[in-house]
T-cell receptor
Framework: AQTVTQSQPEMSVQEAETVTLSCTYD???????LFWYKQPPSRQMILVIR??????QNATENRFSVNFQKAAKSFSLKISDSQLGDAAMYFC???????????FGAGTRLTVKP | DTGVSQDPRHKITKRGQNVTFRCDPI?????LYWYRQTLGQGPEFLTY????????KSRLLSDRFSAERPKGSFSTLEIQRTEQGDSAMYLC????????????FGPGTRLTVL
């Protein structure tokens, strides 16, 4: 079974600083996707960034980037120039190709201090 | 292009009652998923549809739960004889395969069973 572990229940960062959220996963598959989703308080979950396992290049989306280490089964999210609007729960997720059973970590609550 | 919508957003019911939730996916998305999210946890997969066919069900989906997607568009999730342990956020997501494996989430229906 595939499992996703987020070892940091809570993180905080000063506005404009950089923070890294950790995620590890366990799988025997070679073809899969990894995602970071953001869930603001009482608001819906939105996709932050996705990574295809066969791509060696780390995905980036504006201030968000990942460090994908396939051999180590690690998928961390770096948020640069943190903004107050980045405060949310962040979930790491794993899905096999032709997704049908996405697995989520328990989440990391990010606080951004002004 | 409207996103995934869910109705109702909140539902309070008494133990033993039946409840039904609706999900309208992004138009033209052929896959629709249901997840359950309890407080402080990541979403857990319940079931998914490819068009109108229900292709997979989690062991979390007890006999009291039933989901349908009769015309391959909207879906309903019914819980019969609700129990207090059913209290959770029920999330719906949709995707278009094989074009993309990214799932887009709705705002969820928060169920409280008294």
């Amino acid at each position: 079974a595939q499992t996703v572990t987020q070892s940091q229940p809570e993180m905080s960062v000063q506005e404009a600083e950089t923070v890294t959220l950790s995620c590890t996963y366990d799988t025997s598959e070679s073809d899969y996707y990894l995602f970071w989703y953001k869930q603001p308080p009482s608001r819906q979950m939105i996709l932050v960034i996705r990574q295809e396992a066969y791509k060696q290049q780390n995905a980036t989306e504006n201030r968000f980037s990942v460090n994908f280490q396939k051999a180590a089964k690690s998928f961390s999210l770096k948020i640069s120039d943190s903004q107050l609007g980045d405060a949310a729960m962040y979930f790491c997720a794993y899905d096999r190709r032709n997704n049908n059973d996405m697995r989520f970590g328990a989440g990391t609550r990010l606080t951004v201090k002004p | 292009d409207t996103g995934v919508s869910q109705d109702p957003r909140h539902k309070i019911t008494k133990r033993g009652q039946n409840v039904t939730f609706r999900c309208d996916p992004i138009s033209e998305h052929n896959r629709l998923y249901w997840y359950r999210q309890t407080l402080g946890q990541g979403p857990e997969f319940l079931t998914y549809f490819q068009n109108e066919a229900q292709l997979e069900k989690s062991r979390l989906l007890s006999d009291r739960f039933s989901a349908e997607r009769p015309k391959g568009s909207f879906s309903t999730l019914e819980i019969q004889r609700t129990e207090q342990g059913d209290s959770a956020m029920y999330l719906c997501a949709s995707s278009l395969v094989p074009s993309t494996d990214t799932q887009y989430f709705g705002p969820g229906t928060r169920l409280t069973v008294l």
